[in-house]
Every structure is written in C-alpha cells, then in structure tokens.
C-alpha cells in the first residue's frame, strides 16, 4: 500500500521568497516519487521526479526536491518564486511494478506580487 | 510531437443519463490510464490500460463505470447512469510503458457535471 500526504492545502508567498511545498510518503517498497503542477482548466505537467539515482532532483522551471528516505519527504522548493508559479501542486508516490500513481490531496500555491 | 488529447473539453448532463468521454493518448504508448479527479482532492486511477488489456480496474466502479481500449489505441470511458457523485475532471494519461518510474503524460481533461 502507499500513500501521500501533503502538509498544506494553501501555500502563499511573496514574489521573489522561497518556496517549500511538503510531500510525505508512504510505501512497501523503495518508492518512485513524482511532483506534477496543474494550471486552472488544464492537464497535469511534471515537475520532476526521483527514480532512486541521485538524492537530489532537479525539474523544469527552477523547481528541485530533495528525496530523504530516513524522513520518508520529498519536499519541493525553489528559490525565487514567480507570479506565474502560482497553480496547484501534486505530489505522487508510484511503488509498484504497473505504474500506478497514488496523488496527495494537493497544494496550491499564490504568489503576491 | 502531439500530446493527449481528449474530448469532449465540458459535458453536463442530468443524473441518471449517460455520458461517454473519448482519449487519444501520445503515439506509441502502450500504457494508458483514467483517472478521476474531484474538486479540492488529487486524481485516483480508475482503469488502467496495457495495450488493449487491462491491468488495474480495482477503483472503477463497475455496476457504473466502463472503458475499453479498442485496437490498443484510443479509449472510450462511458458512465450509465451518472450520479451527482461523478461530477468530476476525467483526466486522461499514457505513458511508453508500464514501468513504475515512467512518466506519465496528461491530457486536458474532461469536466464533467452531473445536475
């Protein structure tokens, strides 16, 4: 069984500040972890995701995460945030051999100018 | 290269009528999946496709929900009858295969609101 669990429904920064979103996991085997973001009326696109090489994943947009399997986290961050990355973000957990994704509830994030 | 599309974009129909909601995914993936997205929660599989095969239906809800994927192409996900319950974004993904570390490509998405 897996789960996630995002900590924050709504995240609000300024312009400029950094951004944390929080992602915690739960799997039976060694997980493969995923951050999708969702603009109003639109699909989801992938930000990044860990598929157990470095530690340390690097996305699109300036966006990185950290996987840390001893606090079961996989954070989102980035350093400077910009009005246009203001969406809502998904956290998903895939532990399995077909691909299934189990998604947090999700985060949206606003940013003031 | 094209992305997944789907259609219709909107769709409101009236509880206990039918809907049907279309996807193409990205040419050449072999793994395609539905998912159910209601508002304020992240998307749950429904169905999920390997070829033409099924390979998880254990969330689709089955004296409602159908889908089939003809010829390992397209897909068609039907509701009879809806219920106020299945108003929801059905969003549509592939994937090249089914690997747990594949990415998984969405399409726009179908809202769907049952009155």
């Known amino acids: 069984a897996q789960s996630v669990t995002q900590l924050g429904s709504h995240v609000s920064v300024s312009e400029g500040a950094l951004v944390l979103l929080r992602c915690n996991y739960s799997?039976?085997?060694?997980?493969?972890l995923f951050w999708y973001v969702q603009y109003p009326n639109q699909g989801l696109q992938l930000l990044l995701k860990?598929?157990?090489?470095?530690?340390l994943v690097k996305g699109i947009n300036g966006f990185e995460a950290e996987f840390k399997k001893s606090e079961t986290s996989f954070h989102l961050t980035k350093p400077s945030a910009h009005m246009s990355d203001a969406a809502e973000y998904f956290c998903?957990?895939?532990?399995?051999?077909?691909?299934?994704?189990?998604f947090g509830q999700g985060t949206i994030l606003t940013v003031h100018p | 290269e094209a992305g997944v599309a789907q259609s219709p974009r909107y769709k409101i129909i009236e509880k206990r009528q039918s809907v049907a909601f279309w996807c193409n995914p990205i040419?050449?993936?072999?793994?395609l999946y539905w998912y159910q997205q209601i508002l304020g929660q992240g998307p749950k599989l429904l169905i999920q496709?390997?070829?033409?095969?099924?390979?998880?239906d254990s969330q689709l809800p089955k004296d409602r929900f159908s889908a089939e994927r003809l010829k390992g192409v397209d897909s068609t996900l039907k509701i009879q009858p809806a219920k106020l319950e299945d108003s929801a974004v059905y969003l549509c993904?592939?994937?090249?295969?089914?690997?747990?570390?594949?990415?998984?490509?969405f399409g726009p998405g179908t809202r769907l609101t049952v009155l």
């Open positions: 993904a592939s994937s090249l295969t089914s690997g747990g570390q594949d990415t998984q490509y």
């Open positions: 799997s039976s085997v060694p997980p493969y």
């Open positions: 860990y598929t157990s090489a470095a530690t």
């Open positions: 998903a957990v895939s532990g399995t051999s077909y691909g299934k994704l189990t």
């Open positions: 040419s050449g993936h072999a793994t």
């Open positions: 496709f390997q070829n033409n095969g099924v390979v998880d």
